[in-house]
């Protein structure tokens, strides 16, 4: 664009800015994704698990219930509540204590994932405990990189 010598000085039209910095819109975008891209990948993986290998993948007793088939509710809740959750934790950290949010949050994030796995339980199989902690490792792999690589600062 050529300035009118008319006019005097160019003037280029400048956006407004914007209220949210590129930083937050992204956090604001890709943590909500990883959740779904989580929760879609352990439906995925059910479904051809007990569909199209039929298998009964089982979960173990507990709380005086008898090992039982994993409803389609069970995936769904396990997959979103714990991530969630985190993401809350990871929100109050970056607020609180911005300077070590990131690390804080990952070494409580691998601990809940590790602490969560199956190690035992009674009436399931050593297939079915594999089976499941895989469930565990298909949605921390999606969630726990995008947590990290959005964190506001890194630590």
């Not at 005086?64 to 934790?89: D, K, Y």
Request: aromatic share 6%; glycine share 8%; hydrophobic share 50%.
């Amino acid at each position: 664009m050529t300035p009118d010598p008319s006019q005097g000085a160019a003037t280029v039209p400048t956006a407004p800015p914007s209220t949210l910095r590129p930083r937050e819109t992204a956090h604001r975008v890709v943590r909500p994704a990883a959740i779904g891209i989580g929760l879609l990948a352990n439906l995925l993986y059910v479904f051809v698990l007990t569909h199209l290998a039929g298998y009964d993948l089982r979960t173990p007793e507990a709380l005086g219930r008898p090992a039982q088939s994993i409803p389609i509710s069970l995936v769904i809740a396990a997959s979103i509540v714990p991530t969630m959750l985190g993401w809350g934790l990871l929100e109050l950290l970056e607020r609180r204590v911005p300077r070590r949010a990131t690390a804080i949050w990952t070494v409580l994030a691998l601990l809940v994932l590790v602490g969560g796995l199956p190690y035992r339980g009674a009436g399931i199989t050593p297939s079915d405990r594999f089976l499941l902690a895989l469930m565990h490792l298909i949605v921390g792999a999606a969630v726990v990189p995008a947590f990290v690589i959005t964190s506001r600062r890194r630590s």
